[in-house]
């Protein structure tokens, strides 16, 4: 199947600070990818869509500023969580759309906010 | 309205044995897939099974197979000869290919199965 890569895997920051998680598609095009949040022992809930070379689309309560998607090429979107605090905390995955039978997940970021 | 419904929390099976982990779905779009992911302890999401509405078979991969009745819109998961390595959360999820979704996936709360000795 197709492989998709989210680094970094782990991350510990400060309050306040901000933190870039990265998603790529390594051995396919993805015009299309998607960033989801986990809270422990819950599901999936979609954050935002995020488009090549255009303005990510968020769900509703999602804040934008808060938040930074860019999805610079066909192969890697980025997640910037800016002025992190603790309830920032969580685990981050993305998923980019292969074709219309699969949908592939990164490895996921734990995001711990001190 | 919950689009994608899973009742059972948790399960346990024994080892070698069969087990069905439930989903029902709920949508007005003709066109739709469903699909099933195991999510270990690690976190990642791991791609199990894919089967489409207008798919007259059930999907099968392996020790995977989904049962799919269109009718009661449900979408279960069945897991032959049960092996310890199944001990994860099982998500079911669902894309409506309406142009106005984004192809973005709806997740189910997931049901957490324990395979034991």
């Known amino acids: 199947g197709a492989v998709v890569s989210q680094h970094p895997s782990r991350v510990i920051c400060k309050s306040g600070t901000s933190v870039k998680i990265e998603c790529r598609s390594l051995?396919?095009?993805?015009?299309?990818m998607f960033w989801y949040r986990q809270f422990p022992k819950q599901s999936l809930m979609l954050m935002a869509t995020?488009?090549?070379?255009?303005?990510?689309?968020?769900e509703q309560g999602v804040e934008k500023d808060k938040f930074l998607i860019n999805h610079a090429s066909l192969t890697l979107s980025t997640l910037t969580v800016t002025s992190a605090h603790p309830e920032d905390s969580s685990f981050y995955i993305c998923?980019?759309?292969?074709?219309?039978?699969?949908?592939?997940f990164g490895q996921g970021t734990r995001l711990t906010v001190v | 309205a919950q689009k994608i419904t899973q009742t059972q929390p948790g399960m346990f099976v024994q080892e070698k044995e069969a087990v069905t982990l439930d989903c029902t779905y709920d949508t007005s779009d003709p066109s739709y897939g469903l699909f099933w992911y195991k999510q270990p302890s690690s976190g990642e999401m791991i791609f199990l099974i894919y089967q489409g509405s207008y798919d007259q078979q059930n999907a099968t991969e392996g020790r995977y197979s989904l049962n799919f009745q269109k009718a009661r819109k449900s979408a279960n998961l069945v897991i032959s000869a049960s092996q310890l390595g199944d001990s994860a959360m099982y998500f079911c999820a669902m894309r409506e290919e309406d142009a106005g979704t984004a192809s973005k996936l709806t997740f189910g709360t997931g049901t957490r199965l324990q395979v034991t000795l």
């Open positions: 995020s488009n090549e070379g255009s303005k990510a689309t968020y």
């Open positions: 051995d396919f095009q993805a015009t299309t």
């Open positions: 998923s980019a759309r292969a074709d219309r039978t699969e949908a592939f």
